[in-house]
């Protein structure tokens, strides 16, 4: 187990480095220049050459990079040039919204997705099998905005049940919980259903039915455990992607996240406060995917971290 951690860690540092590198050199061969947003209209050469130099924007790229790594080995994340503020302190501020709404997000869309597959696989070719996969393939394709704002509509404008927006209760957190839940649930079933579909195939599965076990031990004792484990795998995905932000989501309903930060600072061109988001997001796939492999061998012990 040390061993396979220690080479999760040395594999997660290189794949920070690229990321951080990748990013760094196309925020370096943008167009656009950090300088003229910081100094406004009013800004004159002398003045925007003042602003470069103070910011280190006058020096080579491989210069501004190491500059940008040493910083990062001491935690600096770097200083916004819009905002004045220490990205760290910015993305922390933001850090609560984004894990609430992640977790709201995994929950809604597991419970629906794995009834939605689950009951799909065990009646397979019948019309709940066909009309489960129809609603699927809807929940898959439809816009996220669009999702979100029918939810509003009816259940915060309509019905008045929950509020049309903001952050802070319980019943804030619902309605884009169930937005994401609702898209994400479509490709949950249909990897269960799939997966289930397999495992009720096996020749094990056979032997417990001919064991006399009720059909609910069978499903939950024989059939879950091995059915759910690609489902481990996309929930490590998951957790990269909404840790990243959701912008349409949380703009839809005015959810304070890091999306909402970091679609400000790619329209205001602010370099420090992008760098820090791609390296969180990059953080929180690689701890996901961790997470999702330290998980499937407590479900299946024939699984060996190698």
Not at 48 to 67: S, V
Not at 117 to 128: D, P, Q
Not at 263 to 292: E, F, R
Request: positive net charge.
């Amino acid at each position: 187990m040390a061993a396979y951690l220690l080479r999760r860690f040395v594999q997660a540092i290189l794949i920070l480095l690229g990321v951080s590198f990748i990013t760094f050199v196309l925020l370096y061969v943008l167009p656009a220049d950090p300088a003229a947003q910081i100094a406004g209209r009013a800004g004159n050469a002398e003045t925007l050459e003042n602003i470069r130099r103070e910011l280190g924007l006058d020096r080579p790229l491989h210069e501004q990079y190491l500059r940008y790594l040493g910083a990062l080995v001491e935690g600096d994340l770097g200083r916004s040039y819009q905002q004045k503020t220490e990205v760290a302190t910015l993305i922390w501020a933001r850090l609560p919204a984004t894990l609430l709404l992640m977790v709201g997000a995994i929950v809604c869309e597991l419970a629906i997705g794995l009834t939605m597959g689950i009951l799909a696989a065990l009646n397979r070719g019948r019309f709940t099998d066909q009309a489960l996969m129809v609603v699927s393939f809807v929940a898959v394709s439809a816009p996220q905005f669009v999702v979100g704002i029918l939810l509003l509509y009816v259940f915060a404008v309509h019905l008045g049940w929950f509020p049309i927006g903001g952050y802070g209760t319980f019943a804030h957190l619902v309605l884009p919980s169930l937005t994401l839940g609702i898209l994400g649930a479509g490709w949950y079933a249909r990897m269960m259903r799939s997966s289930m579909i397999d495992v009720l195939r096996q020749d094990y599965m056979r032997t417990a039915k001919a064991k006399g076990l009720k059909p609910g031990i069978v499903l939950a004792v024989h059939a879950l455990p091995n059915a759910i484990l690609p489902i481990i795998a996309m929930i490590g995905i998951d957790i990269g992607i909404f840790m990243s932000g959701i912008v349409v989501v949380e703009s839809v309903f005015g959810w304070p996240g890091i999306g909402q930060l970091a679609w400000q600072a790619i329209q205001q061109i602010d370099i420090p406060i992008i760098m820090g988001v791609t390296l969180v997001s990059a953080c929180a796939i690689i701890v996901g995917n961790l997470i999702a492999d330290l998980i499937a061998p407590l479900i299946d012990p024939r699984i060996k971290l190698r």
